[in-house]
């Protein structure tokens, strides 16, 4: 599958903002998916991410109440909705899937290995500043 974030751009403090994930191909067999960012000298990191058998959340602390996840399955499309957006939101953001078993925490917080078949979309830029 290839995955292609889309929706960035410059905003203002405050203001809102929905990424979209559009997927090609058959994301059957992919069980959970999520939302990365990765700022200027910072390590990549999970944002949202939500396991498709139980609908089972993570939010990183920082966005909680702020952000939603969400799939539109009919279209292969994974959303990022975003409010009362932060200049620390600032960063490129990457979709991702993984075939394997994880918790969206485990998932998020990256602590999973190569077997969980990781595919990842190419990014897009939020810049949040006045």
């Known amino acids: 599958v290839q995955l292609q974030a889309s929706g960035g751009g410059l905003v203002q403090p405050g203001d809102s903002l929905r990424l979209s994930c559009a997927a090609s191909?058959?994301?059957?067999?992919?069980?959970?998916i999520g939302w990365f960012r990765q700022a200027p000298g910072k390590e990549r990191e999970g944002v949202s991410c939500f396991r498709r058998r139980d609908g089972g959340l993570y939010y990183r602390d920082s966005v909680k109440g702020r952000f939603a996840i969400s799939e539109d399955n009919a279209n292969n499309t994974v959303y990022l909705e975003m409010n009362n957006l932060k200049p620390e939101d600032t960063a490129v953001y990457y979709c991702a899937l993984a075939r394997g078993s994880l918790n969206p925490g485990t998932f998020c917080t990256m602590r999973f290995t190569g077997s969980a078949s990781v595919s990842w979309g190419h990014g897009t830029q939020l810049t949040v500043s006045s």
């Open positions: 191909g058959s994301t059957l067999g992919y069980r959970v």
